[in-house]
């Protein structure tokens, strides 16, 4: 929050300070919708564009809505006895947790998940072996930090 009072000068001097104003900034979010002309209304988890990504996935990777290539999405990968998804990490103000299910999709879990950061730059490397029946999936959960 912030408060300001203003003055205005010429010639003739200086006016006297206008009333308080407070003003409240826009999260990083909010400014991002704002920018991309987003629906107020809409919600974290609408396709607004109908490009099949979420609000929150094309904030958090980077995805300019409405972008028909898809650049930016994570890449899932499968090497050896593991699946890797590799995604770009850019936000500060969004949770990225990678889970895996074995399954069928109903329960979902971190605990096996390795995720690790390359050196440089924003991208993340989750992986996770493939286990004895050869299930496994990932998912890439994101949330909004307060």
């Not at 974290?44 to 990504?53: C, F, L, P, V």
């Not at 605990?111 to 999936?137: H, K, L, W």
Request: glycine share 10%; no cysteine.
């Amino acid at each position: 929050r912030y408060h300001y009072r203003v003055s205005a000068t010429n010639a003739g001097g200086m006016s006297p300070y206008s009333s308080v104003l407070e003003v409240t900034t826009l999260s990083a979010y909010a400014a991002w919708r704002g920018f991309h002309l987003i629906d107020p209304d809409a919600t974290d988890a609408s396709d607004h564009d109908g490009n099949g990504i979420p609000l929150l996935a094309e904030y958090a990777l980077g995805i300019t809505p409405g972008d028909p290539t898809g650049e930016g999405l994570p890449v899932l990968m499968l090497g050896g006895d593991e699946l890797r998804l590799t995604y770009r990490r850019l936000r500060a103000d969004v949770a990225y947790v990678v889970e895996s299910s074995t399954d069928g999709l109903t329960n979902w879990s971190a605990t096996e998940v390795v995720q690790e950061a390359q050196t440089s730059g924003d991208m993340v490397t989750a992986s996770v072996p493939i286990g004895s029946d050869g299930r496994r999936f990932l998912r890439l959960a994101l949330q909004r930090l307060p």
